[in-house]
């Protein structure tokens, strides 16, 4: 599971333009003002890409948090 939290975590980085250290399981949308829908729907593009999978239209709406993501990520990963 640490490559794909590294993974992960490189890409909210790069589409946040946050550095890694700022990246916990608590981080919100709401609260995050870099994290809008744009930025949500490039997250979204990128870990289908590096990933190989895709999300259903319900769980990119479901995704809050950086917790969120590695739950649905790890679900769909079977980790």
């Not at 590294?6 to 946040?16: M, N, Q, Y």
């Not at 990933?51 to 990119?60: A, H, N, R, S």
Request: net charge negative; hydrophobic share 45%; glycine share 2%.
């Amino acid at each position: 599971m640490t490559d794909i939290n590294d993974r992960l975590s490189d890409i909210l980085s790069a589409v946040l333009n946050i550095d890694k250290d700022q990246i916990t399981d608590d981080l919100r949308r709401k609260d995050f003002e870099a994290w809008d829908s744009m930025a949500h729907l490039m997250i979204i593009s990128e870990i289908e890409n590096v990933f190989e999978m895709f999300f259903e239209d319900e769980e990119v709406v479901d995704i809050w948090t950086v917790g969120d993501l590695k739950r649905i990520l790890s679900q769909k990963l079977g980790n």
